[in-house]
């Protein structure tokens, strides 16, 4: 035999290699460390209400209440077109379904009346032009005009889509900061779900303007490696903020039920509390653990979810963006100095980090320092953020400006901080005039010459 | 050998010459719908490219020929048998010199086009003088850094220099010259309209000079593999004629000095930030 056997076997094995060599992503919403560490007692239902109120990657769920936009619609039947016996989809015309472009293709379309009402059918061709639905024929349901039905997240879903597509290999599919390309980045990938963004408009205690993040997709961040999304169209991008919000709050959701449960019912808390100094036994801890979780829990959930959506409400109200109330001052020699004074000043402590020449080793680059979270100190020497990264203070000399070079973000990085790091907020100590004549010297810096 | 495979290699050529014929019309041919190059520079690369599609289809077909003609005759004569020689010194020749000369032809001719886009003594003057625009690739996305309006760009960065990020703009109708960098790996600057396309390494900075004949909106693309997010390293350039083109230098001065107060309508910048803040 001229072709053997053997060769057609390494033949054929050479797709199935092909295709068992590929490592893909989890498709699934991943829990936080800390959710992890509870025991499995309280573990269990802070998960299944995550679930329950946020779905899975495949099936998003909505709840009353977000501020983000899930976008069902609500179409009702128009006229149906004749299909032969064997015709495996039924075809229809819809109406009400004009802010829905072409997203609905493989959705779920429920029936809310007619023969085939509480039924749900899967969308298997979506013309948008003509209005036209294809859905798989089934026996329970026979669509007449005027029947009505709904398709849920189509918003939502849409943003998932793109954000899947462009930003999950960075931020994951959860938004947790560590899809697969994330261990290759420095600095590491935004974990979305503490809800702070380190580059806003708005106030220092309030959350990220939809605006914001919308900047940021679309000009990318100098200095790291988000790059500008500038090509997305403008419904895309607000599409996938819509999203990304989404994920924050499901993360904060999360946080916020394990934050009242974590110190009591940790494994750790558990070891402690069943040990002969604790001196419970674990029946008593678990029967105290089922008292709350069948009391008090239901409340804490809906003030967790509530809190959460209000604040994000709130960041995309006028009063939360920061509006200087003085223009800025005329970028002076004299402007200059007197910022770099400022700078310089016990008032301000900007050198402490920055340093005095505004290379970013201040002293405070030497120092261990605490970490707020679990009141332990750093292994490393120097400042860090909320995500507990090494956050070196920025050499200002660089012309680098993460945030935006206009004027107004640097003046809005004095005012308001950077959220989630230990650049302080300037905002109630300093007037609007030594703001801006902060701004001014901090942006003569990469021309002064001493480069 | 077998009719059969006279006829499998007979097809091949007939294959490529039909569907070389057929790539204009079924859009396999020069991007955009088949479109002439965007630029004046680029019309003239497409003439050479034809020159050289032209003279290497005349001998393609022609080998193929005398190919499938020698298989053929091997395939309906028995009796003849083959001889055994050792080569013809006039045919070496033949073919020695005949591409020799086709090489030497089009390595002069294409000359000027190769002077005029790639020696800089050659590059229009205007263009050379007044630099457009730094072009800064890296992973993954391009930055672009205009002088102010009325100034020329400096080696060095200014204070009122501008910037944007994956969106060139270009005035049409007169040559332009960029400054072309990369901040972190081996880039490549391609405009398919245009037919320009040049490499940016770290630590250089290269010049490229192109003219757009037409106002429309390009793809600008990395034509390297620079990393895993190469495909994402898409960004436009937009050539617009002179008025249009001064208008949006004006219009990402007024944005790029933007202290909160100051009248941006929301539609000039595209961004929504600027409207909430009104």
Not at chain 1, 254 to 275: F, G, H, I, N, W
Not at chain 2, 38 to 54: E, H, K, P, W
Not at chain 2, 101 to 112: E, G, R, T
Request: proline share 6%; aromatic share 12%; net charge negative.
């Amino acid at each position: 035999m001229r072709f053997g056997f053997r060769r057609l076997i390494l033949l054929s094995l050479i797709p199935l290699i092909s295709f068992t060599g590929c490592e893909q992503p989890q498709v699934k919403f991943v829990f936080s460390q800390k959710t992890n560490e509870l025991i499995p007692e309280a573990a269990k239902p802070v998960k299944e209400a995550l679930v329950r109120q946020f779905g899975n990657p495949f099936e998003l769920t909505q709840f009353e209440g977000l501020p983000t936009d899930f976008g069902d619609v609500q179409g009702t039947v128009k006229s149906v077109e004749s299909s032969g016996k064997d015709q495996p989809l039924i075809r229809f015309q819809a109406t009400g379904l004009e802010n829905a472009y072409d997203k609905l293709l493989g959705l779920p379309l429920e029936w809310t009346s007619g023969k085939g009402q509480g039924h749900i059918s899967r969308i298997k061709e979506y013309d948008f032009e003509t209005g036209t639905i294809a859905v798989e024929k089934s026996p329970e349901i026979d669509p007449q005009s005027g029947d009505t039905f709904l398709i849920e997240c189509v918003r939502l879903q849409f943003g998932r889509d793109l954000y899947n597509r462009h930003c999950m290999h960075c931020h994951g599919m959860s938004g947790e900061g560590t899809g697969p390309t994330s261990r290759y980045l420095n600095p590491p990938p935004r974990d979305f779900r503490l809800g702070i963004y380190k580059y806003t408009s708005t106030k220092p205690t309030s959350k990220a303007q939809e605006a914001d993040l919308a900047r940021t997709v679309k000009e990318g961040i100098a200095g790291t490696y988000m790059p500008s999304f500038k090509l997305l169209t403008d419904d895309e991008v607000s599409a996938i903020v819509n999203y990304v919000i989404w994920l924050s709050i499901r993360g904060e959701t999360e946080k916020k039920l394990v934050d009242e449960l974590y110190l009591d019912y940790s494994e750790t808390a558990m070891a402690e509390r069943t040990s002969e100094e604790g001196g419970e036994t674990r029946e008593e801890v678990l029967e105290e653990l089922k008292e709350y979780m069948e009391l008090d829990f239901p409340d804490t959930l809906e003030f967790a979810t509530s809190s959460v959506a209000e604040a994000w409400e709130e960041a995309n109200l006028e009063d939360a963006i920061v509006i200087p109330q003085k223009p800025r001052v005329a970028d002076t020699p004299e402007s200059r100095e007197r910022g770099r004074k400022l700078y310089l000043s016990q008032k301000t402590k900007c050198a402490s980090c920055h340093g005095p020449q505004a290379r970013g080793n201040g002293t405070a680059t030497q120092d261990f320092w605490t970490n707020p979270a679990t009141n332990e100190k750093y292994s490393e020497r120097g400042l860090h953020d909320i995500w507990g990264n090494l956050l070196p203070p920025r050499d200002l000399h660089r012309g680098i400006y993460r945030g935006g070079r206009r004027p107004i973000d640097t003046y809005r990085r004095l005012y308001s901080g950077i959220k989630g790091t230990p650049m302080p907020a300037f905002g109630g100590s300093l007037t609007d005039e030594e703001l801006w004549d902060m701004v001014n010297y901090v942006m003569s810096l990469p021309y002064d010459g001493n480069r | 050998m077998g009719k059969g495979w006279c006829l499998f290699f007979l097809f091949w050529p007939i294959a490529a010459v039909v569907s070389c014929a057929m790539a204009p019309f079924v859009g396999w041919s020069f991007p955009y719908n088949n479109a002439q190059a965007a630029s004046n520079l680029g019309i003239r690369i497409d003439d050479l490219f034809y020159i050289i599609l032209i003279v290497t289809a005349i001998v393609f077909v022609g080998t193929q020929a005398v190919l499938v003609y020698a298989l053929w005759r091997g395939a309906n004569n028995r009796e003849e048998r083959a001889t055994n020689i050792h080569g013809n010194h006039k045919l070496e020749l033949i073919w020695s010199i005949i591409p020799g000369a086709i090489l030497l032809f089009l390595a002069i001719y294409q000359m000027n086009i190769w002077a005029d886009f790639r020696i800089k003594k050659y590059y229009p003057e205007a263009a050379v003088k007044d630099p457009l625009a730094e072009v800064t690739a890296r992973q993954f996305e391009w930055r672009f850094r205009y002088p102010a309006i009325g100034k020329k760009l400096q080696q060095k960065p200014q204070p009122d220099d501008l910037y944007s990020v994956n969106e060139l703009h270009v005035p049409f109708g007169k040559p332009v010259m960029i400054q072309l960098r990369s901040d972190d790996v081996q880039h490549s600057f391609f405009l398919p309209a245009l037919r320009i396309k040049q490499d940016a390494l770290p630590g250089l900075q290269i010049p490229v000079w192109f003219e757009a004949n037409k106002p429309g909106t390009y793809d600008l693309v990395c034509a390297e593999l620079c990393g895993w997010g190469h495909y994402k390293m898409k960004a436009h350039v937009i050539v617009q004629p002179e008025d249009e083109y001064q208008a949006y230098l004006k219009n990402l001065t007024q944005k790029q000095f933007y202290d909160g107060l100051g009248k941006i309508a929301a539609k000039d910048t595209g961004t929504e930030s600027e409207a909430v803040e009104k």
